[in-house]
T-cell receptor, first 115, second 114 residues
């Protein structure tokens, strides 16, 4: 389809394991964002990629979290040594314009459960 | 820095009644303001946005919001609720320049009672 695609849609893992979440943005969108949605906490900004600029990593909660965007398209969010508090829905979004001016198009999210 | 406060994590209205979802923001520079909606098991989608110009903004599905600078508010309204409006609504803010990602509120879940 033409929308933002995320995989897996659901991931159950054991505490201490590493996980990778994938985001395939809309073709041609230069900006890509990761947010985390926890119950009662709304959307928490994690990281933002804009074109070839250095990513804005200011929202990453710890050094266990990292993300990369290869070739200006697909992005992978990696969580190392997962903890139970990492359980949440991880949302990816992309936009054609800059962060504050363009409409963000969201994927349906990857639900992570850490046992 | 920007922040958003949504008053009421859950709002319940009767079908046909007025919908009012409250959003107050804090911004050190003139803001851009947004409302997003998330239907069950779906991703978020833009409902409406204020950037410049007219302070009363109309969005999809009959929703509108008014930017009130003096009150630092951007409340979302709809004159008559429909069952299909049941969803979670998020207010978001960003500065009107630069490349700062949106800051979202914690969301308000709207229930519509028949």
């Amino acid at each position: 389809g033409a929308g933002v695609s995320q995989s897996p849609s659901n991931k159950v893992t054991e505490k201490g394991k590493d996980v990778e979440l994938r985001c395939d943005p809309i073709s041609g969108h230069t900006a890509l964002y990761w947010y985390r949605q926890s119950l009662g906490q709304g959307l928490e900004f994690l990281i933002y990629f804009q074109g070839n600029s250095a990513p804005d990593k200011s929202g990453l909660p710890s050094d266990r979290f990292s993300a990369e965007r290869t070739g200006g398209s697909v992005s992978t969010l990696t969580i190392q040594r997962t903890q139970q508090e990492d359980s949440a829905v991880y949302l990816c979004a992309s936009s054609l314009l800059g962060a504050n001016t363009g409409e963000l198009f969201f994927g349906e999210g990857s639900r992570l459960t850490v046992l | 820095a920007q922040s958003v406060t949504q008053l009421g994590s859950h709002v319940s209205v009767s079908e046909g009644a007025l919908v009012l979802l409250r959003c107050n923001y804090s911004s050190s520079v003139p803001p851009y303001l947004f409302w997003y909606v998330q239907y069950p098991n779906q991703g978020l989608q833009l409902l409406l946005k204020y950037t410049t110009g007219a302070t009363l903004v109309k969005g999809i599905n009959g929703f509108e919001a008014e930017f009130k600078k003096s009150e630092t508010s951007f409340h979302l309204t709809k004159p008559s609720a429909h069952m299909s409006d049941a969803a979670e609504y998020f207010c978001a803010v960003s500065p009107n320049s630069g490349n700062t990602p949106l800051v979202f509120g914690k969301g308000t879940r709207l229930s519509v009672i028949a």
